[in-house]
């Protein structure tokens, strides 16, 4: 007998013979689950690699998805921005993309890609690649975020009659606001005023998923619009596009709603309204009879109260 | 017997128990050297050397040392918790650190007082399982509480957490031997104890909660007629802990010595309107009410090895079956179960352990209790549950020697042999489990979610406090420009200053809390931080970290190098 064991043997007889056997082989199977689970998912150097099947199977412009999405920083260390361009990682969304390469582990698959057509499977080490097609790529004419340069676009604040140029500076004074400030605010930029977030300019906004998101900053003042205004651009059948807030700052939703309107050599084509808990939202707007020509595009970003309106988006015609 | 042997069996449980805690203690500092300091650490260095300063003006100056203003002065630092743990990382760091050099460093020294106070629940453990349970059952109870990833992880740092679930076992284990006892001095020890809980940490105030339902289902009928007579039965040690108890904590806090009622009143203020921190929890980043109730028990049942929640639910079980089952009558013979008298001591005794686990886990039944602590903040429940699982190792010992005896014969199962194989089976999987999860302990998932990767597949969270910059020191001192500025991300200044101090990271690397002007970048991997990563991204214009810690495949931390300009050499 166990040495003061005396409370124990008080149980009654019969108890034991339902519930005690089984924590035996459970022991050994635990360990071994230990030791499965921790030697599972590949290796820093296993993802390293994978550099070169990776490199012989993407083409220009293909999308690289990694699957389970927690393994991507490794994916971005092994593979390097050549595969794993930040312009890829922090997209709009899939739809211009006409084939994505899907690198899985773990048996794992990127949800974004479900409708796509599986065009090859390979099976590396760990690794599963997979080609899929999308079923309906759409097709980019123009994306206005790789244009945010004095040579295609110009931007100005609007308060009442006064216009006030915003100038290009390509040395801006870099500045990031850690956990709770502000985005990145990027060194090549339209400046619109003394106050640091008064600029139109291109940075990384975080969406309602913590996802990263590329876009064009464009922070209204008081009393008007800032206009981003981009030159001679091919007009599609409609302009794409999301607009959104750094989601950590705004997703109590107290901020004032903020107004996007988008013009065609000068004549609205629609406005979209933005609350701060619809995230990271897109909108479509028909070009209608612009659609096929080149024109102008203005993009007018105005609130009520610009207090803290941090607003960000992406737009592209197709 | 002789008086030897009276002796030496009198004193065999005390050492051992000794033996554990000292072995626990001597495994933490053994394993210390790559565990980045904490967050919370780095605040809590800055009290312990705010209120070691005073302990020094106490014996130069006390006069002066005890006036408000200098009181105020040294024991405002981190006045939102109570002092006991960080007097005595000061007194450590004091002594230990500065006086008799045992340790080089002086993070270690602060840390070493933890380890000991953590150290305790693993001892005492072992004293309570051995009693209720016997010597193996109380062996196997303190090991599957060191070998708890969690409870190891917490267990190195210079924090509260496990502190606070060891004071509260103590505290229990004190109150258990005075009802068991009678006398004064069981009662008087639970008072103090009771205020050094108190004066641990705010988990404190919930044992009460505890020891009064203890003192109601034990006494049931009985306890409302004596009611009804006049006479009021509180256990003396209620009674030590209601007066003995805030006067010990009181003595313990400086802080508090003065504007007692506006202190204490903000104390318990900050506590019970804590900020809501962000927690990923299956794919969702917590934030704000409601909180998902089913957090704690996740949480439980994705850190705790599956062995140990296992004999956990056994022993649980026939503890129920034992206390209640009696009852079930005819139900009860069908299922085995004959009528039998309830011993009223075992009976309390598991009462009183179970009432720990539900009072630690009580404040998640609530969807407004944050859950940003993860699993440290229910910690407490964690020695009862390994003290249960014990009585569950015991059922199945027991089950197996029956089954052995039944099959080959009385002489074919050795019970040394049965007790040791059995023993060592339980043990294993916790063991390995929790010594690979270091230094990564707070991303340690156990294999009922997968491990590591599983728990990332799943959306629980990664890791918390930014104590990880520890595990990559190595990569820093080797890979960092001379001079160069490093961006710590997550990792509190107070922390780095200490992993410098302490000659773990180059003396000439410059930390800052700015990304622009840095060269380096940290980053902490939380769902909700990303955004930070993204700053750094366009900040250097790149995204492809140039190192990473990784565990078992699972990224937590990585390295960002700022690229050099075209053209730059070097």
């Known amino acids: 007998m166990i040495p003061g064991a005396e409370l124990w043997q008080a149980r009654p007889r019969c108890l034991p013979r339902a519930i005690s056997g089984w924590p035996c082989p459970f022991c050994l199977a635990e360990l071994a689950g230990h030791f499965y689970f921790a030697g599972r998912a590949p290796r820093l150097s296993d993802w390293q690699a994978q550099k070169t099947t990776l490199a012989g199977l993407k083409r220009h412009g293909e999308l690289v998805v990694v699957a389970p999405h927690w393994a991507d920083p490794l994916a971005r260390l092994a593979f390097g921005r050549g595969l794993l361009p930040m312009r890829d990682e922090a997209r709009p969304d899939d739809t211009a993309y006409r084939r994505a390469i899907e690198v899985g582990i773990l048996g794992q698959h990127a949800p974004e890609l479900s409708g796509w057509r599986t065009v090859e499977e390979k099976h590396v080490g760990r690794f599963l690649y997979r080609v899929l097609d999308n079923p309906a790529p759409a097709k980019v004419l123009y994306d206005f975020v790789d244009h945010v340069d004095p040579g295609h676009a110009d931007a100005y604040q609007q308060q009442g009659t006064t216009r006030r140029t915003c100038p290009w500076n390509a040395h801006a004074r870099r500045s990031d606001g850690g956990l709770a400030g502000h985005v990145a605010f990027p060194s090549r930029r339209f400046e619109c005023g003394r106050r640091d977030s008064m600029f139109v300019g291109v940075t990384i906004i975080d969406d309602q998923d913590y996802r990263p998101r590329r876009c064009i900053w464009a922070h209204p003042p008081a009393g008007g619009p800032t206009v981003v205004v981009f030159r001679n651009v091919p007009v599609g059948r409609t302009v794409h596009g999301y607009g959104g807030l750094s989601w950590l700052l705004t997703r109590d939703g107290a901020g004032t709603p903020i107004e996007l309107t988008v013009k065609i050599d000068g004549q609205s084509i629609g406005r979209v309204v933005h609350r701060d808990q619809q995230g990271w939202k897109g909108f479509d707007l028909p070009a209608g009879a612009h659609a096929g020509h080149t024109a102008d595009v203005q993009f007018e970003v105005r609130s009520d109260n610009p207090d803290q309106r941090d607003f960000c988006f992406y737009a592209d015609t197709r | ?570």
């Open chain 2, 1 to 570: 017997m002789s008086g030897r042997r009276r002796f030496l069996s009198k004193a065999i449980d005390p050492l051992i128990a000794l033996l554990l805690g000292a072995g626990y203690v001597w495994l933490l500092l053994s394993t210390v050297k790559n565990l980045g300091y904490a967050r919370d650490e780095g605040f809590y260095f800055q009290a312990a050397k705010s209120y070691g300063a005073w302990f020094d003006l106490l014996t130069t100056h006390p006069r002066q040392a005890l006036e408000q203003i200098t009181v105020d002065r040294y024991w405002s630092a981190n006045h939102e918790h109570p002092a006991l743990m960080k007097s005595l990382f000061a007194l450590s760091h004091k002594y230990l650190y500065r006086h008799w050099h045992w340790f080089p460093e002086e993070g270690t020294s602060m840390r070493f007082a933890g380890m000991v106070v953590s150290s305790l629940a693993v001892s005492t453990t072992y004293l309570w399982g051995q009693k209720a349970i016997g010597r193996l059952g109380g062996l196997v109870a303190a090991v599957l509480l060191a070998m708890m990833p969690r409870v190891f992880f917490h267990s190195h740092l210079d924090c509260f957490d496990m502190p606070v679930a060891a004071m509260w076992l103590v505290t229990t284990y004190a109150y258990w031997r005075s009802l068991e006892h009678g006398g004064w001095a069981w009662p008087i020890a639970t008072g103090i104890l009771y205020g050094l809980l108190l004066d641990t940490k705010h988990n404190s105030w919930l044992l009460p909660f505890a020891l009064i339902a203890h003192l109601v289902i034990t006494r049931g009928g009985k306890l409302w007629r004596d009611l009804r007579a006049g006479r009021i039965p509180v256990p003396s040690a209620l009674f030590a802990m209601a007066t003995i108890g805030p006067a010990v904590f009181y003595m313990g806090w400086p802080w508090i010595w003065h504007d007692t009622g506006k202190r204490l009143a903000a104390y318990v203020a900050f506590h019970m309107g804590h900020v809501y921190y962000n927690m990923e929890f299956l794919g969702h980043t917590y934030w704000k009410p409601p909180m998902p109730l089913g957090y704690p028990w996740l949480m439980t049942l994705a850190t705790v090895p599956g062995i140990t929640l296992l004999l956990f639910g056994v022993g649980l079980v026939a503890s129920l079956l034992y206390a209640y089952g009696g009852k079930l009558g005819e139900l009860g013979r069908r299922i085995g179960i004959e009528p039998h008298a309830r011993d009223p001591r075992r009976y309390s005794n598991d009462v009183l352990w179970a009432l720990s686990i539900l009072i630690s886990y009580a404040p998640w039944l609530s969807h407004h209790t944050p859950i940003f602590g993860g699993t440290k903040h229910w910690i407490t429940a964690y020695p009862f549950m390994c003290l249960f699982a014990a009585r569950g190792f015991s059922l199945t010992l027991d089950r197996l020697r029956a089954l052995g005896r039944a099959r080959f014969g009385p002489g074919f199962v050795r019970t040394r042999a049965t007790e040791v194989v059995l023993g060592a089976s339980v043990l294993a999987a916790p063991i390995a489990i929790t010594l690979h999860s270091h230094p990564w302990g707070l991303s340690a998932y156990t294999p009922l979610v997968g491990g590591a990767p599983g728990a990332a597949t799943l959306g629980l969270n990664r890791t918390f406090w930014g104590y990880t910059t520890g595990a990559e020191a190595g990569y820093l001192d080797q890979h960092v420009p001379r001079n160069g500025s490093l961006f710590l991300h997550d990792t509190a200044m107070q922390s780095w200053d200490m992993l410098r101090a302490d000659g773990r990271v180059r003396s000439d690397i410059r930390p800052t809390l700015n990304i622009e002007a840095s060269g380096t970048a940290l980053y902490h991997h939380e769902p909700h931080m990303e955004r930070v990563e993204y700053q750094v991204w366009v900040d250097y214009g790149t995204d492809a970290p140039v190192h990473m810690g990784v565990y078992d495949g699972v990224p937590v931390i990585w390295i960002f190098a700022r690229p050099l300009p075209a053209g730059g050499g070097g």
